[in-house]
Nanobody, 122 residues
Framework: QVQLVESGGGSVQAGTSLTLSCRLS?????????MGWFRQVPGKARVFVGSINWRGDNTHYIDSVKGRFTISRDNAKNTVWLQMDNLKFEDTARYYC??????????????WGQGTQVTVSS
């Protein structure tokens, strides 16, 4: 039973920073998983934000967050982070982390956290 728990969300002012964390428990060893971050706003589909491979040496980001968001991981702590700098109003969403077994086809995320809300005001 794989469980993912996000934390670190909150309400912040535009231009500030916030870091989300996601810890995995159960399942296989943490470094067996590629990890992804997604976000969703009410009435819209959940969208991909970024990802990091099992080793932590390869990341991908959507264009709108490149240069502002950074994903990192510590396999000894079973934890992945999403560091968000220079937050914009458009970043307001509920953020989810997800896990995919390394070697799985791209986009195959089998496990999801419950999400944490990020609200950015101007």
């Amino acid at each position: 039973q794989v469980q993912l728990v996000e934390s670190g969300g909150g309400s912040v002012q535009a231009g500030t920073s916030l870091t989300l964390s996601c810890r995995l428990s159960g399942g296989r060893t943490f470094n067996d998983y590629d990890m992804g971050w997604f976000r969703q706003v009410p009435g819209k589909a959940r969208v991909f934000v970024g990802s990091i491979n099992w080793r932590g040496d390869n990341t991908h980001y959507i264009d709108s967050v490149k240069g502002r968001f950074t994903i990192s991981r510590d396999n000894a702590k079973n934890t992945v982070w999403l560091q968000m700098d220079n937050l914009k109003f458009e970043d307001t969403a509920r953020y989810y982390c997800a896990a995919a077994l390394a070697g799985s086809p791209a986009g195959r995320y089998d496990y999801w956290g419950q999400g944490t809300q990020v609200t950015v005001s101007s």
